[in-house]
């Protein structure tokens, strides 16, 4: 009998995008723009926990929802790390 994780699936489904932060909106929220659209995106709960901040202009990473609603921010990048060339401010 094989028992398979429901968070082994998610992560495996799960797409990540890198965007820019250009709003920042009450409880956490924040609209981030990618390549293709903007979208709102919230915090991940470990980012709350550790209180990482993140400011308008920052670059992050986003794990984008499957069904298409809302992204979950789950890292800040610094320029070194960031590659979002072919987004515009």
């Known amino acids: 009998m094989v028992i398979v994780s429901f968070q082994m699936i ?8 890198v965007g820019i ?3 920042a909106l009450p ?4 609209r981030v723009k990618l390549k293709e659209k903007e979208m709102l995106a919230y915090l991940s709960g ?3 926990i550790h209180r990482i901040k993140v400011m308008i202009g920052d670059s992050v990473e986003v794990v984008i ?14 320029n070194r790390r960031a590659n ?4 515009k401010k």
């Open 10 to 17: 998610d992560k495996e489904r799960s797409e990540t995008s």
């Open 21 to 23: 932060i250009t709003e």
């Open 27 to 30: 409880n956490a929220f924040f």
């Open 46 to 48: 470990k980012m709350r």
């Open 65 to 78: 929802d499957p069904y298409g609603g809302k992204g979950r921010i789950v890292r800040r990048l610094d």
């Open 84 to 87: 979002y060339t072919n987004i």
